[in-house]
């Protein structure tokens, strides 16, 4: 997509929104690595509110089964009812993929190149307020914060950089380090997920400025209800909760509040 294109592509964007809430997009993902020298164009879903803004905003990368109802509507369609714009990044599907196992579901890279292209993206919209983005990412998404877009620091300090980071469910083992002036992280856990749940818990001992939650009762993808009563590719039971997902809203609104200046809505 060249230079001419992307320049209109807001105009465009800002109109077929002004009809809808949600719109299918594509981006170009960030350049992020010495050697990256590709660069992709990214399928991902725009969920906005009423309204003019400029609205906060936050990146979803989704789980190892892709780009399901979770992300592509109950987030979105939550986060727009309480003023933040949502942008769901297909990166499986981008590439051909629908869900785990693939080639990519251990490619850090191209998740974090995704996230910031998205990033980059959203800012340069007039309904968005560029410093007020942060991303959440679930189970396999997660990891890629945890493991890669937090410990890589890929942004320069005075570069445009997420402000505020959200992991549900996902690996907590790899975090570090985390000095200070690292973007803000929130860890959601699930009691009964064994496969993440202890490795957070430690990670809030050794790192109390993170933010760590495990959610008494809950399961892997306890807010997926396409994933409950399934067992996922590392042995997780998967089971939905109306219950934890409540908590983890909430929990996640007054963390996005915190940090990135935004109302918390209700």
């Known amino acids: 997509m060249n230079r001419s294109l992307l ?26 690595f010495a050697h990256d020298r590709k660069v992709e164009i990214v399928s991902g879903l725009l969920s906005k ?32 009812g309480i003023g933040y714009v949502t942008l769901s990044v297909d990166t499986f599907g981008t590439r051909g993929y629908q869900r785990c196992p693939n080639p990519y579901q251990g490619a850090d890279g191209a998740f974090v190149k995704d996230a910031y292209g998205a990033l980059d993206y ?10 007020k983005i942060a991303v959440m990412g679930f189970s396999l998404g997660a990891g890629v914060i945890n493991n890669a877009l937090i410990p890589l620091r890929a942004r320069a300090r005075r570069e445009l950089d997420f402000k505020a980071a959200i992991a549900l469910y996902g690996r907590c083992n790899n975090i570090g380090p985390y000095p200070k002036g690292s973007i803000p992280l929130m860890e959601i856990g699930a009691e009964n997920d064994t496969a993440t749940a202890p490795h957070c818990e430690y990670v809030g001992k050794w790192h109390p400025e993170i933010e760590v939650h495990i959610l008494e009762g809950a399961y892997h993808a306890f807010d997926s209800s396409e994933a409950s009563g399934k067992i996922d590719d590392a042995g997780n039971r998967m089971e939905y909760s109306w219950e934890a997902t409540k908590k983890a809203r909430d929990l996640v609104r007054a963390f996005l509040a915190k940090h990135l200046g935004a109302r918390a809505g209700s």
């Open 49 to 80: 509110p009423d309204g003019n803004g400029p609205f906060p905003a936050v990146v979803l990368l989704h789980s190892c089964g892709g780009f399901t109802s979770h992300v592509t509507r109950d987030w979105p369609d939550y986060f727009a």
């Open 7 to 32: 320049s209109i592509v807001p105009a465009i964007l800002a109109l077929a929104l002004a009809g809808c809430q949600t719109a299918s997009i594509s981006f170009p993902n960030a350049k992020i």
């Open 122 to 131: 959203l800012a340069t919209q007039p309904f968005i307020d560029r410093n």
